[in-house]
């Protein structure tokens, strides 16, 4: 079983700067694909980025946020990172972090970290 943990959340200013931590513990990190999610409430669940095994590489990021989101991953501190810059308000988001081993099987996912984005 593989648990996963989100951090990071929080209250920024729109323009700002936020950095949000995915850990997981369960299985070897560095086989885990990890990708986070947003949902807005009462909206669907909308995939934001996600990072495969192959580090940097293997990095995409969904176009809507693309140029003010990046992701990575610290296999040694088992933990993936997505850093959002120039955050634009749109009230408050809960993000969401999935883990799947890379050769398939089911999907684990985080409680969530909630983010409010203020004018």
């Known amino acids: 079983q593989v648990q996963v943990v989100e951090s990071g959340g929080g209250l920024v200013q729109a323009g700002g700067s936020l950095r949000l931590s995915c850990s997981a513990s369960?299985?070897?990190?560095?086989?885990?694909?990890v990708a986070w999610y947003r949902q807005v409430p009462g909206k669907e669940r909308e995939w934001v980025a996600g990072?495969?095994?192959?580090?940097?590489?293997?990095?995409k990021i969904a176009d809507p946020v693309l140029g003010r989101i990046t992701i990575s991953r610290d296999n040694r501190k088992n933990t993936v990172y997505l850093q959002m810059n120039s955050l634009k308000v749109e009230g408050t988001d809960v993000y969401y972090c999935?883990?799947?081993?890379?050769?398939?099987?089911?999907?684990?996912w985080g409680q969530g970290t909630q983010v409010t984005v203020s004018s």
């Open positions: 999935k883990g799947r081993h890379f050769a398939g099987g089911s999907d684990y």
């Open positions: 369960g299985s070897t990190f560095s086989s885990l694909t």
């Open positions: 990072i495969g095994i192959g580090g940097a590489g293997s990095a």
